[in-house]
């Protein structure tokens, strides 16, 4: 599967790729995985870009191309140690947080988000984007909508040895919920 | 006529070269090859429109071809269509070019293709993309829908193209197995 997978994704070498089409176009069941894989392919491109958005962690040039496919963002950046007032609105599909910190050097990031005293949600080893040197993620409009009043505090963490980890920055979310 | 479903590719060959019109023997080189030569254009032509005029100019090609015994290995009669494939997808992607020139030459804003056929339950593929860990849905995305190479997203993320191209596998993996169905949507 990695094969075609590689190469639907366009990152087989070009013999490889000829090979890939040689063989699907003369065999049954092959040509069924290749569909099935570029069928799956073009789902996860439109989840992407869906009304109502999605939760992911993004580069900024992803998010170039969803704004100019027509999505509408609420944007979030925030420093190490600020409060933010944030909140939703009835168009919105994705709200953007960008986290700054100094992420030189730092190969692998984990994403703690607490509310109520305890831990809400995480990303473990969420990407960083390097084009800009942050941390962007996004909470689909569709989600946040249903956020109640809530004081939300997010942990930049850096892993380390034994179960240990580096607070790279912490941040202070205040959400007003959606008055629709 | 006599049914063709599942006879050999040279059989097909032969009966559709005998000059009697073998309706039965044509339709059957539609069916077997129209969702091949439909993934090849999608692959190579990004567009739901091209990849639908590509089946049809191949399959006429191919079957024009066959009438007038202008296919010499009949057993090869797969890598004859691909052939055709790729000759066909090569002359619309230059006609796509030209008409691009145009369009930008003249000011022409033409519409977005119409959306393609839901094939998959988009709200139960989109609960499986939020469930995969946050590497792999941002490798995924950014491939399929941000059409970033693996090389690209390697700078991106700071990762080795072989680390994208696990991280991807593992990702469409993952995916297959909440969808639930190995070969959804490939009809």
Sequence with gaps: MATLVDYWAGDAPTADAEGVEEHAFACESCSRRLAAIANLARGVARVAAIRGGIGMV???????????????????????????????????????????????????????????????????????????????????????????????????LAPEREGNARVLGEYTFEHTPFAG | ???????????????????????????????????????????????????????????????????????????????FILGSCRMVARDARRGEARRDRLLEQYGIRTEVAPEPKAELDLERLRGCVEKLPPRERTVIILTFYGERSGDEIAADLSMTLGNVRVVRHRAVGHLQECIGVQDVGTS
């Design chain 2, 1 to 79: 006529m006599m049914a063709a479903e599942g006879i050999a590719d040279a059989e097909l060959v032969r009966r559709i070269g005998t000059g009697t019109s073998d309706k039965e023997a044509e339709a059957e080189l539609c069916r077997r090859f129209g969702r091949r030569i439909r993934l090849y254009g999608l692959r190579h032509l990004r567009s739901d429109a091209m990849a639908e005029d590509l089946v049809q100019q191949v399959l006429v090609l191919a079957i024009e071809s066959l009438r007038h015994h202008r296919v010499r290995e009949p057993e090869r009669l797969a890598s």
């Design chain 1, 58 to 156: 993004v580069t900024q040039a992803l998010l170039d191309r969803l704004a100019a496919d027509g999505l509408r963002m609420r944007h979030y950046r925030v420093h190490p140690g600020e409060t933010v007032q944030c909140t939703v609105g009835p168009d919105d599909d994705l709200s953007v947080t960008y986290l700054s910190a100094d992420l030189r050097d730092v190969q692998r990031v984990d994403v703690v988000l607490h509310a109520h005293g305890k831990e809400w949600a995480r990303m473990d080893d969420a990407p960083i984007d390097r084009a800009t040197g942050q941390v962007i993620y996004t909470v689909g409009g569709d989600l946040a909508r249903t956020f109640p009043a809530i004081t939300v505090r997010v942990e930049l």
